[in-house]
């Protein structure tokens, strides 16, 4: 069965840091580029960064540029995500995604079943 | 940045009818356009990729088309299983975004 499982979310004060992580079994998890991708209460979704399958390249969005870092660990089937001077702002569900390429079309095939961040004084 | 924006942001409809969402892109993405249905505490599900893909699994009433900037989903069908809100997402371009969403709530 091929899983994406989140781990390491939970309640910050601003300011703070988080690291989160995703396990991936049943696929060959060197294959594949991932991102993280995050679900504010009562918001739509927000992509959040990207990493190439072999951590050669990594992409994110304008909001969390400079504060999240994004990495993986090949031998391990582990992808995290470094959060640090957080925001009230980055309260949402976070959801590790696998990438595909088709046609020049990146999209999100697989995705966890996420972990939820609070940043709140 | 690309935008995405999404229309309507709600609808009400009953079983067996037709439901047309539409997303527009600010600028060209060719046909690099995915739709995703998302249930209240569920991760989003992929649905349709490059405009009209449909991914192993989801049922033929789910039809997506377009190109360049303007998109659109459609059920066929409505079923009980479908009230759910659905996003757009533009995957040409960094950052990849996504529209604000539409809720299909049961009439």
């Known amino acids: 069965q091929v899983l994406l499982v989140e781990s390491g979310g939970g309640e910050v004060q601003p300011g703070g840091s988080l690291r989160l992580s995703c396990a991936a079994s049943?696929?060959?998890?060197?294959?594949?580029?991932m991102h993280w991708v995050r679900h504010a209460p009562g918001k739509g979704l927000e992509w959040v960064a990207y990493?190439?399958?072999?951590?050669?390249?990594?992409f994110y969005a304008d909001s969390v540029q400079d504060r999240f870092t994004i990495s993986r660990d090949n031998s391990k089937n582990m992808l995290s995500l470094q959060m640090n001077s957080l925001r009230t702002e980055d309260t949402a569900v976070y959801y590790c995604?696998?990438?595909?390429?088709?046609?020049?079309?990146?999209?999100?095939?697989?995705w966890g079943r996420g972990t939820v961040v609070t940043v709140s004084s | 940045d690309i935008q995405m924006t999404q229309s309507p942001s709600s609808l009400s409809a009953s079983v067996g009818d037709r439901v047309i969402i539409t997303c527009r892109a600010s600028?060209?993405?060719?046909?690099?356009l995915i739709w995703y249905q998302q249930k209240p505490g569920k991760a989003p599900k992929l649905l349709i990729y490059?405009?009209?893909s449909l991914q192993s699994g989801v049922p033929s009433r789910f039809r997506g088309s377009g190109s360049g900037t303007d998109f659109t989903l459609t059920i066929s069908s409505l079923q009980p299983e479908d009230f759910a809100t659905y996003y757009c997402?533009?995957?040409?371009?960094?950052?990849?975004?996504f529209g604000q969403g539409t809720k299909v709530e049961i009439k």
């Open positions: 490059s405009t009209s």
């Open positions: 997402q533009q995957g040409y371009s960094t950052p990849y975004s």
């Open positions: 600028q060209s993405i060719s046909g690099s």
């Open positions: 995604t696998r990438d595909l390429l088709e046609n020049n079309c990146r999209y999100f095939d697989l």
């Open positions: 990493i190439q399958y072999d951590g050669g390249k990594k």
């Open positions: 049943g696929l060959t998890f060197r294959n594949y580029g």
